[in-house]
């Protein structure tokens, strides 16, 4: 019976003829003992049982791994070299190989487990971490004695926040190991705090393309260089992160790098000159053990070897320079005591646990015990396969067992490189370890020692100033919080101040909202004062109106309608007064909507004053008969009236005005809400018509006699209201804010002194002061003084 391993080269690729890597040579070397151990331990693993192996080196390489699986499969011994290609074709039936050890990379383990999958030969990685290999679907036959990248990226993630790092960055390499290591870290990341400032993934051999390398290397420095990561974490194989490193070295990067498992332990990385220039590592590692007796195995059986295979390897090896070669058949043999200081300490140690693995399953399904085996070895690889998976037991202190997806319960050992300043030599050392119930184990103390605030761009912010990300980078800035939010502190995020407050000019706190509107603020107290005067205008023009009813001028401006004219618009005064305070129901009712019908009450006696002036010139007799059919005032004003009322009832039944709170930026106004805006814009429209069909009218007159220039003076306050309505009806339509109510009570007082000054004033002022032409006959001379200018006869008597 036949345990096959497939190894390869973990620091070069594609293994040259003149390479050759120690590590990867003893660990070739460990599975034959431990396979020598299950044969010939007293007492016997396997009585009556030998297992056999046969070794073959992939180079690291995806074909020639497929190559060499395809020769197990077929039990065939005509090994094939790294430089020698050969044509396989493989008949999968049931052979003497019953499991396969290896390999170390994860790609091309993917490639292996493929086609051991095909014959159920279980295939133990040692190495490979890949989480795409727990796929079970995928990869029935795929075990491990290492943890999987999944449980890696959690103990990662773990030591991160352990560290309180706030900004990591992720480089990967595009194969099975760098890229799904990298996408799981990045997952598990995503349900902490922890930001991850950039992910570069390299090509998975870049170190191979001396063309582009210089390319990616620059690029990935640069990156680094502008980052505000914390720690640098690498996924890829040893001989790619040796070049970063070596940039690393060159450009002084001196950042904290957290290696995986892949190269955490690498001599030739941590011996490089200068490494202490790049910075600080921390790395995991699978828990490392010695292989016991192993390196009293390589002592006793590698000096003065007479096994072919040791003697051709070993006059290959130089401990000072493993790249070297020995001279071609020098039998110059080295210490083999040197070699011992190259044994590592986890993939020796897991190879050695793959082999007993399968020695376990072996011993299992024989159902062997010490003296002998009860069934016969006769037995094919699937039934080898799941007995292995169930095993349970312990070696040398370490319990392994698999669960479903055929990886071990095993932790993770946390290394750090140490750099000795006076020797300059970096010795890497254990510093903690990690295990998925207990997580993170470190020194107490070790958190505030490593101290990366160098990178972290998280700062302090002004009052009034929030950390706000940009863009996808970890690096957050201070923004300023916008209007209505507020900030005390330390960069708290922007929390809103509500309807009622607003947020001071430094956005640092909360500031109570003045009510508008207020009796005392000063454009308030200017309006009050000409709606006081207007009203006491108003009540003396009644008065002194009153006094001189009977005389001519009082007759010109209406006689009796001019007092319905005068208290009008003493109403239009007295209901400005609605609007300056806060508003309740009765105010808005009587604001604007009353406000238009007093007025158009106001505009309908001009009016009719206007008919009748032209009635009592009108000479011809066309003309006269129809106007004079309209020269009825009360009729005439209520029906102007009356149908100012009718556009207001429905409007307030339907829509009635009601008082609305409207809070602002800085202020919070109480105003009437604007649903009946469309009848209040119909109300004011139609008091709009009659004050142009009243200027029209007015500007008609002006070619009649008139002492008192009356037509002149309602054209002028005619005129002057629809200027009026043009321009602050549209001002108020659109406005909003405290100055609404103000630019509707503007207008009301705007327009009601246009007919106290420019028509009711003069009129006024003839009374008091020019008594000469109050009366009849200055009328009836000024009525004759026109016609003789004119050359009319006139008829006096």
């Given amino acids: 019976m036949k345990l096959q391993t497939i190894s390869d080269n973990a620091n070069y690729p594609i293994l040259l003829p003149t390479s050759f890597s120690i590590q990867t040579f003893l660990n070739s070397q460990v599975m034959i003992y431990a396979i020598r151990e299950l044969n010939q331990r007293t007492p016997r693993v396997l009585p009556n049982i030998t297992i056999g192996y046969d070794i073959y080196d992939t180079c690291g390489d995806v074909s020639l791994a497929i190559r060499a699986t395809l020769q197990l499969l077929q039990s065939q011994t005509d090994h094939q070299n790294c430089s020698r290609p050969a044509n396989t074709h493989a008949s999968f039936r049931e052979t003497q190989l019953k499991a396969v050890i290896?390999?170390?990379?994860?790609?091309?383990?993917?490639?292996?487990?493929?086609?051991?999958?095909?014959?159920?030969?279980?295939?133990?990685?040692?190495?490979?971490?890949?989480?795409?290999?727990?796929?079970?679907?995928?990869?029935?036959?795929?075990?491990?004695?290492?943890?999987?990248?999944?449980?890696?990226?959690?103990?990662?993630?773990?030591?991160?926040?352990?560290?309180?790092?706030?900004?990591?960055?992720?480089?990967?390499?595009?194969?099975?190991?760098?890229?799904?290591?990298?996408?799981?870290?990045?997952?598990?990341?995503?349900?902490?705090?922890?930001?991850?400032?950039?992910?570069?993934?390299?090509?998975?051999?870049?170190?191979?393309?001396?063309?582009?390398?210089?390319?990616?290397?620059?690029?990935?420095?640069?990156?680094?260089?502008?980052?505000?990561?914390?720690?640098?974490?690498?996924?890829?194989?040893?001989?790619?992160?040796?070049?970063?490193?070596?940039?690393?070295?060159?450009?002084?990067?001196?950042?904290?790098?957290?290696?995986?498992?892949?190269?955490?332990?690498?001599?030739?990385?941590?011996?490089?000159?200068?490494?202490?220039?790049?910075?600080?590592?921390?790395?995991?590692?699978?828990?490392?053990?010695?292989?016991?007796?192993?390196?009293?195995?390589?002592?006793?059986?590698?000096?003065?070897?007479?096994?072919?295979?040791?003697?051709?390897?070993?006059?290959?090896?130089?401990?000072?320079?493993?790249?070297?070669?020995?001279?071609?058949?020098?039998?110059?043999?080295?210490?083999?005591?040197?070699?011992?200081?190259?044994?590592?300490?986890?993939?020796?140690?897991?190879?050695?646990?793959?082999?007993?693995?399968?020695?376990?399953?072996?011993?299992?399904?024989?159902?062997?015990?010490?003296?002998?085996?009860?069934?016969?070895?006769?037995?094919?690889?699937?039934?080898?396969?799941?007995?292995?998976?169930?095993?349970?037991?312990?070696?040398?202190?370490?319990?392994?067992?698999?669960?479903?997806?055929?990886?071990?319960?095993?932790?993770?050992?946390?290394?750090?490189?140490?750099?000795?300043?006076?020797?300059?030599?970096?010795?890497?050392?254990?510093?903690?370890?990690?295990?998925?119930?207990?997580?993170?184990?470190?020194?107490?103390?070790?958190?505030?020692?490593?101290?990366?605030?160098?990178?972290?761009?998280?700062?302090?912010?002004?009052?009034?100033?929030?950390?706000?990300?940009?863009?996808?980078?970890?690096?957050?800035?201070?923004?300023?919080?916008?209007?209505?939010?507020?900030?005390?502190?330390?960069?708290?995020?922007?929390?809103?101040?509500?309807?009622?407050?607003?947020?001071?000019?430094?956005?640092?706190?909360?500031?109570?909202?003045?009510?508008?509107?207020?009796?005392?603020?000063p454009f308030n107290i200017i309006l009050c004062c000409f709606q006081s005067l207007g009203i006491i205008v108003t009540v003396v023009f009644i008065i002194v109106f009153t006094i001189y009813r009977n005389t001519p001028v009082v007759k010109a401006v209406g006689g009796n309608l001019c007092f319905l004219e005068l208290f009008s618009l003493l109403a239009c005064f007295c209901l400005t007064f609605n609007l300056n305070g806060r508003p309740t129901k009765a105010s808005c009712t009587l604001g604007l909507p009353v406000f238009g019908i007093a007025f158009c009450l106001c505009i309908s006696c001009i009016l009719v004053n206007l008919l009748q002036i032209v009635v009592g010139f009108s000479f011809s007799l066309n003309t006269g008969t129809w106007i004079k059919k309209l020269n009825k005032p009360v009729a005439v004003v209520s029906i102007l009236s009356g149908i100012q009322f009718a556009l207001f009832v429905p409007g307030f039944y339907y829509f009635p005005l009601t008082p609305q709170k409207l809070p602002l930026a800085e202020i919070i106004v109480y105003q009437c809400n604007t649903d009946s805006i469309v009848f209040i814009g119909l109300m004011l429209g139609y008091n709009t018509l009659l004050a142009l069909i009243g200027f029209l009218l007015a500007i008609k007159g002006k070619e009649l006699p008139d002492l008192y220039n009356n037509a002149l003076s309602v054209a002028v306050s005619m005129l002057l209201h629809l200027l009026i309505c043009i321009i602050f009806i549209p001002i108020y339509m659109n406005l909003i804010g405290k100055y609404k109510r103000a630019t509707a009570i503007v207008t009301m007082l705007a327009s009601s002194y246009s007919i106290v000054c420019f028509h009711l004033a003069p009129k006024f002022y003839i009374m008091l002061f020019r008594q000469e032409i109050n009366n009849e006959r200055a009328i009836t001379e000024n009525i004759r003084m026109h016609y003789v200018q004119r050359g009319l006869a006139v008829v006096t008597s």
């Avoid at 773990?158 to 480089?171: E, G, H, Q, R, S």
Wanted: proline share 3%; net charge neutral.
């Fill in 102 to 521: 290896g390999d170390s990379s994860s790609e091309v383990s993917v490639a292996v487990a493929r086609i051991t999958a095909l014959s159920s030969v279980a295939q133990i990685s040692y190495a490979s971490t890949s989480e795409r290999l727990s796929n079970k679907m995928k990869f029935p036959t795929f075990l491990r004695t290492i943890s999987s990248d999944e449980n890696q990226a959690k103990a990662i993630a773990d030591l991160v926040m352990k560290l309180n790092w706030t900004a990591v960055a992720i480089v990967g390499s595009d194969d099975a190991y760098g890229r799904y290591s990298s996408e799981r870290l990045e997952k598990t990341f995503k349900d902490t705090e922890i930001c991850i400032d950039f992910i570069n993934i390299l090509p998975s051999y870049f170190s191979q393309n001396k063309s582009e390398t210089h390319k990616w290397l620059t690029d990935l420095v640069s990156s680094i260089n502008s980052s505000v990561a914390e720690a640098i974490i690498i996924f890829t194989k040893s001989s790619n992160v040796k070049l970063v490193i070596e940039a690393a070295i060159k450009g002084r990067l001196n950042r904290t790098w957290i290696a995986s498992d892949s190269w955490s332990t690498s001599k030739d990385i941590s011996s490089m000159q200068d490494i202490e220039l790049a910075g600080k590592v921390f790395g995991f590692i699978s828990k490392k053990n010695d292989v016991p007796g192993f390196k009293n195995y390589v002592i006793s059986n590698f000096k003065n070897t007479t096994n072919a295979f040791l003697d051709h390897y070993l006059t290959r090896i130089n401990c000072s320079h493993e790249s070297k070669i020995r001279p071609e058949g020098s039998k110059q043999w080295l210490d083999p005591s040197c070699l011992t200081k190259h044994i590592d300490r986890d993939y020796s140690y897991n190879t050695y646990l793959a082999v007993r693995v399968i020695g376990e399953g072996l011993r299992r399904l024989l159902k062997c015990d010490n003296q002998q085996c009860e069934r016969t070895p006769n037995f094919t690889a699937l039934e080898l396969l799941m007995e292995i998976k169930k095993v349970n037991f312990t070696v040398n202190n370490t319990h392994i067992h698999f669960d479903s997806k055929g990886d071990p319960s095993l932790g993770y050992d946390i290394v750090y490189w140490s750099t000795n300043i006076s020797t300059r030599k970096t010795h890497i050392e254990t510093i903690g370890a990690y295990f998925s119930k207990d997580g993170v184990k470190i020194p107490e103390g070790l958190e505030s020692n490593v101290n990366v605030s160098v990178y972290n761009c998280s700062k302090k912010c002004d009052p009034g100033q929030q950390l706000q990300e940009q863009g996808k980078r970890c690096c957050k800035i201070c923004v300023q919080c916008a209007e209505g939010d507020f900030s005390p502190k330390d960069g708290e995020e922007c929390k809103s101040c509500g309807e009622e407050k607003y947020s001071s000019p430094q956005k640092d706190t909360c500031l109570d909202k003045p009510v508008y509107p207020i009796w005392l603020d």
